[in-house]
């Protein structure tokens, strides 16, 4: 039974660049969950997805965007990148979004 | 911002001892989760409380909500070195499906 997967497991990028990192959730999930997770802190909550549709966002920017495909699989957008988006960025799946979350290994994003 | 707060932000304890490590929360939850994090890695399911639930147990973890007092608490007894690692709680709030972590306990034990 495949756990959460995430690719790619590090990244280097510039300020202004975007990037795109992907999460393929856990065998039977449909909700994926996304976070960011800075250096000493805890993960906070970007947005969910379900049914190919975004369901609840936290407090981030409209440069961080997503999208679900069919077979649940999920991307993270983020645009005009920032110094401080530098950060260990968390997918996480679920049954309809409810219960346990299971976290992927994570996306390592420096910013230079 | 972040609902939960882990305390204390650090905890050092000799193999063989317990350790025990406390969250509070700001708002009702449908349920309050912790999690286990090494070396900035995923994060590892330990155990979900419901809040109708005020006890529960899973092997050497025992975790307990109040939620008159909107805490709870994560007790590891017999620690072990493998046991170091940064613990996170994590609540579900009832009024969406968002998940809130707090600033987590950093636990080393020494062998």
């Known amino acids: 039974d495949a756990g959460v997967t995430q690719s790619p497991t590090h990244l280097i990028k510039t300020r202004g660049q975007q990037v795109t990192l992907r999460c393929s959730p856990k065998?039977?999930?449909?909700?994926v969950s996304w976070y960011q997770q800075a250096l000493g802190q805890g993960p906070q909550f970007i947005f969910q997805y379900y049914e190919e549709e975004e369901r609840q966002r936290g407090n981030f920017p409209d440069r961080f965007s997503g999208h679900q495909f069919p077979n649940y699989s999920s991307e993270l957008n983020v645009n005009a990148l920032l110094l401080g988006d530098s950060a260990l960025y968390l997918c996480?799946?679920?049954?309809?979004?409810?219960?346990?979350?299971?976290f992927g290994p994570g996306t390592r994003l420096l910013v230079l | 911002s972040q609902q939960g707060e882990e305390d204390p932000q650090a905890l050092s304890i000799q193999e063989g001892e317990n350790a025990t490590m406390n969250c509070s929360y700001k708002t009702s939850i449908n349920n309050l989760q912790w999690y286990r994090q090494n070396s900035g890695r995923g994060l590892v399911h330990l155990i979900l409380?419901?809040?109708?639930?005020r006890e529960k147990h899973s092997g050497r973890l025992r975790v307990t909500l109040d939620t008159s007092k909107k805490s709870s608490s994560l007790l590891i007894t017999a620690s072990r070195a493998a046991d170091t690692a940064s613990y996170f709680c994590a609540t579900e709030t009832n009024t969406g499906n968002q998940f809130y972590f707090g600033t987590g306990t950093s636990l080393t034990v020494i062998p």
């Open positions: 065998s039977g999930h449909d909700t």
């Open positions: 996480a799946s679920s049954l309809a979004g409810i219960g346990t979350q299971y």
């Open positions: 409380i419901r809040s109708n639930e």
